[in-house]
């Protein structure tokens, strides 16, 4: 299997905030890997959070939705 190596991730918590890895990770195409973040909003409100998962040129990313 395929390993990517230097993968790097970002966390748009859908304020004004931005939450960035500290260490990159290695993958293989085998392999999926969970973040677990913990965030204290200031409020309620509906936010746009956006994960970005990035390595060279080659970037994907999800987007949720979250209420609070």
Known sequence: ???TTNINW??????????YST???NLT??????NYIEYQ???????IVTAIAN???LTDNQT???II
Not at 10 to 19: E, P, R, W
Not at 29 to 34: G, P, R, T
Not at 41 to 47: A, E, F, I, K, V
């Open 10 to 19: 970002t966390m748009n918590m859908g304020d004004v905030n931005t939450l």
């Open 1 to 3: 299997s395929m390993l």
């Open 64 to 66: 949720i939705s979250i």
């Open 55 to 57: 390595v060279g040129n």
């Open 23 to 25: 260490i990159p990770f």
């Open 29 to 34: 195409s085998q392999e999926d890997i969970f």
């Open 41 to 47: 909003y200031s409020g309620s409100g509906n936010y």
